[in-house]
Nanobody, 128 residues
Framework: QVQLVESGGGLVQAGGSLRLSCAIS????????MGWFRQAPGKERESVAA????????YYADSVKVRFTISRDDTKNTVYLQMNSLKPEDTAVYYC?????????????????????WGQGTQVTVSS
């Protein structure tokens, strides 16, 4: 059974940085395309970034381009989201998600409906 555990959230001032981690257990990360999503109070869950089986295959929402970087370390079974120049509007619960890949593909997936497994989320709060 696949489990995802996020960590690294917290309280930071605007302009600061955080690095979120998502550790996968039960299966090797190398078999999964991964995504980060966030949900702010009263808002729908939105895609933040995604990465394919290849680390070079990435997607970013327009709101986080340049500021956020998604990466993966298959040797550590961990996906990261480096968040720089944080803004108050980045405040949300951040979730990681995994989609199994039967065949090798460089596809990335922005839609939440594409993903099979979800973590429990980690809170990110950016103060102004």
């Amino acid at each position: 059974q696949v489990q995802l555990v996020e960590s690294g959230g917290g309280l930071v001032q605007a302009g600061g940085s955080l690095r979120l981690s998502c550790a996968i257990s039960g299966r090797a990360l190398s078999r999964y395309a991964m995504g980060w999503f966030r949900q702010a109070p009263g808002k729908e869950r939105e895609s933040v970034a995604a990465i394919g089986l290849s680390p070079a295959s990435t997607y970013y929402a327009d709101s986080v381009k340049v500021r956020f970087t998604i990466s993966r370390d298959d040797t550590k079974n961990t996906v990261y989201l480096q968040m720089n120049s944080l803004k108050p509007e980045d405040t949300a619960v951040y979730y990681c998600a995994a989609k199994s890949q039967i065949y090798y593909s460089n596809d990335v997936y922005a839609a939440a409906s594409s993903y099979e497994y979800w973590g429990q989320g980690t809170q990110v709060t950016v103060s102004s």
